[in-house]
Structures are given as structure tokens and as C-alpha cells.
T-cell receptor, first 109, second 111 residues
Framework: KNEVEQSPQNLTAQEGEFITINCSYS?????LHWLQQHPGGGIVSLFM?????KKHGRLIATINIQEKHSSLHITASHPRDSAVYIC???????????WGAGTKLIIKP | NAGVTQTPKFQVLKTGQSMTLQCAQD?????MSWYRQDPGMGLRLIHY???????DQGEVPNGYNVSRSTTEDFPLRLLSAAPSQTSVYFC??????????FGQGTRLTVV
């Protein structure tokens, strides 16, 4: 079993829909990261959080430390949100990131 | 503020050739790492460093060498390129508990 599990693996939605991507982990962490990768593009950090909730524009990230679960929400989704969204957790004494497999999101106009 | 600068962006090598992927950061980050990304797979850690003079192996280190002589630079060397090393490579840096910053990626093809 992977230490970081994301769901769904693929998600297709219509423009304007509310999007939720989930991340569950099985290890102790110091922080959880959400990142975005556009097709053929680089990787950009969206959020780093260790508790509670963070919001940036139409993106909201939440984490429940007790349940070892995080969600990334996108409100009023737009085709430009189409990308792979990756969850990663920082764990252990060597500060490594443990990566989820990513969720491929497609927003249709 | 340049962030993480990774070069080259594209490279084609013949089997058996060697090359170095360059990575430099100007944020005084202690932690630097190299990943490879293959189709349908997540990022896999090749090597990492927690400070100048300190490096360690990640999940897939075979065929790659690294060194960290300065805080800023963390080059990745392919010793004798093989087709199995065809991949997209990313360099990343961060403070030990901080947000990760990534280079633009290097698309490497070994023929």
C-alpha cells in the first residue's frame, strides 16, 4: 500500500463545477503539500499546510491531521485549471517528500 | 529572483554518452533533490542533499551521481546513458520544512 494515496486518479468535469481531490496518508508528517503540473510543464507549489485550511483565489486546501486526510477544492472551475494535481507529504528525519500518484483533472468548456 | 534554474531544457544522448544536468538555486535552501518523472508514474527521487557536502541516495540512484560542493549548486551526472534513462528530470529545492520549488525540467532522450 502506498504511503500517500490520491483519489480520484482521473477527473473530468464541466466548467463551473466544484472540484474536490482527496489525499490520504499513512505516515506521520510535518507538512502536506499540494502542487500543480500543466501538460508538458513545470511543477508549481500551490499550498503547504500542517493544520486547518488555506485559501488562494478559487483554490482551498484543508487537512485533518487526526484522520490523516487532506482535500483540495477548486470553486468555479475553468478549463485553465486542467492539470495534474499532486499531493506530497514531508516525513521523516531526512526531510524527504513522499509523493502521491497525482490526479489528472480535465475541465471542459 | 531566479528561484531554481535547471539546464538544459532538452537533451538527446547516444547510449553510453555521459552528461551533467545543472541545477542552481539562489534562495539559500539547504535541501536539494533530483527526481525523474516517467509517463503514468509519479515523481521518483534519484538523489538528494541536506546541505553542502552531504548527499544521499533516493529511490532510483543507479546510473546517476551527484555532488554538493556549494549550497547553490546540485548537478546530476549520468555516467553512461542508457535508453532506460529517457525521462523528464526535475530539480527541486526547499528549506528543510518549507515549500518546494522546482526547476523547469529537462526532457532527456537516450537513443
Amino acid at each position: 500500500k502506498n504511503e500517500v494515496e490520491q483519489s480520484p486518479q482521473n477527473l473530468t468535469a464541466q466548467e463551473g463545477e466544484f472540484i474536490t481531490i482527496n489525499c490520504s496518508y499513512s505516515v506521520g508528517i510535518s507538512a502536506l503539500h499540494w502542487l500543480q503540473q500543466h501538460p508538458g510543464g513545470g511543477i508549481v507549489s500551490l499550498f503547504m499546510l500542517s493544520s486547518g485550511k488555506k485559501k488562494h483565489g478559487r483554490l482551498i486546501a484543508t487537512i485533518n491531521i487526526q484522520e490523516k486526510h487532506s482535500s483540495l477544492h477548486i470553486t468555479a472551475s475553468h478549463p485553465r485549471d486542467s492539470a495534474v494535481y499532486i499531493c506530497a507529504v514531508r516525513s521523516g528525519s531526512n526531510y524527504q517528500l513522499i509523493w502521491g500518484a497525482g490526479t489528472k483533472l480535465i475541465i471542459k468548456p | 529572483n531566479a528561484g531554481v534554474t535547471q539546464t538544459p531544457k532538452f537533451q538527446v544522448l547516444k547510449t553510453g554518452q555521459s552528461m551533467t544536468l545543472q541545477c542552481a538555486q539562489d534562495m539559500n535552501h539547504e535541501y536539494m533533490s533530483w527526481y525523474r518523472q516517467d509517463p503514468g508514474m509519479g515523481l521518483r527521487l534519484i538523489h538528494y542533499s541536506v546541505g553542502a557536502g552531504i548527499t544521499d541516495q533516493g529511490e532510483v540512484p543507479n546510473g546517476y551521481n551527484v555532488s554538493r560542493s556549494t549550497t547553490e549548486d546540485f548537478p546530476l551526472r549520468l555516467l553512461s546513458a542508457a535508453p532506460s534513462q529517457t525521462s523528464v528530470y526535475f530539480c527541486a529545492s526547499s528549506f528543510k520544512q518549507g515549500e518546494a520549488f522546482f526547476g523547469q525540467g529537462t526532457r532527456l532522450t537516450v537513443v
